[in-house]
């Protein structure tokens, strides 16, 4: 059977490993959606938050340009 959810109830694996990101580097939700939109990415700061928060699943795409901008490879969005 598909698993679409993990154990927690989260729709993605890599949302607080983006918010913790986020925050080391002092930046708002707003400030990240405005970084990535320069990136060609089109999330706002609500896709941001449902992100982080596992409410949203996150495309392929969206994982890279979030890597590009944090400069990390997308396997670390991954890690704990």
């Known amino acids: 059977m598909f698993k679409n959810k993990n154990e927690d109830g989260s729709l993605n694996l890599c949302g607080?490993?983006?918010?913790?990101?986020?925050?080391?580097?002092?930046?708002?939700?707003?400030?990240l959606a405005d970084a990535l939109q320069l990136l060609g990415l089109?999330?706002?700061?609500?896709?941001?938050?449902?992100?982080?928060?596992?409410?949203?699943?996150?495309?392929?795409?969206?994982?890279?340009?979030?890597a590009q901008y944090f400069k990390i490879g997308i396997e670390r969005l991954f890690e704990g």
């Open 16 to 31: 607080s490993k983006i918010a913790k990101l986020r925050k080391s580097q002092n930046i708002s939700q707003r400030e």
């Open 42 to 66: 089109d999330l706002g700061k609500n896709a941001i938050q449902q992100i982080e928060s596992g409410k949203r699943f996150v495309t392929d795409i969206e994982l890279k340009t979030i």
